[in-house]
């Protein structure tokens, strides 16, 4: 199956330089390029938003809390505290300090089967 793509850029490759119908084309190319490229970008924050609402998720479901601490000379701000208001992890961002402490509670935790 050829690529409607590049069946176009060849026509358009064989058309003299003046051609209008070798604009058109040049340019739609352009355009499916561009539609591409925004396409997959989409995908990518999809995917990104997935990411972070399974994450927040885990912290509802583990009764965690996510705080930033006052501390603004520390890197590490933000912090997740458990029920107890003990700190289980700590990390540069929201979406670190709650990986962080999905690994640390799953590394003491057997996982369920």
């Given at each position: 199956m050829s690529n409607l793509r590049s069946d176009c850029r060849a026509i358009a490759e064989k058309l003299?330089?003046?051609?209008?119908?070798?604009?058109?084309?040049?340019?739609?190319?352009?355009q499916i390029d561009e539609i591409e490229e925004y396409?997959?970008?989409?995908?990518?924050?999809?995917?990104?938003?997935e990411y972070k609402v399974e994450l927040w998720e885990w912290l509802i479901s583990m009764r965690c809390h996510l705080i930033e601490d006052a501390d603004i000379t520390r890197a590490d701000r933000w912090v997740v505290v458990d029920v107890d208001g003990e700190v289980v992890e700590r990390g540069v961002s929201f979406q670190s300090?709650?990986?962080?402490?999905?690994?640390?509670?799953?590394?003491?935790?057997?996982?369920?089967?």
């Open positions: 003299p330089a003046g051609d209008l119908y070798r604009a058109h084309l040049i340019c739609c190319c352009a396409w997959h970008a989409a995908e990518r924050r999809a995917r990104d938003a300090a709650i990986e962080c402490a999905k690994t640390s509670i799953y590394g003491r935790i057997p996982a369920e089967t």
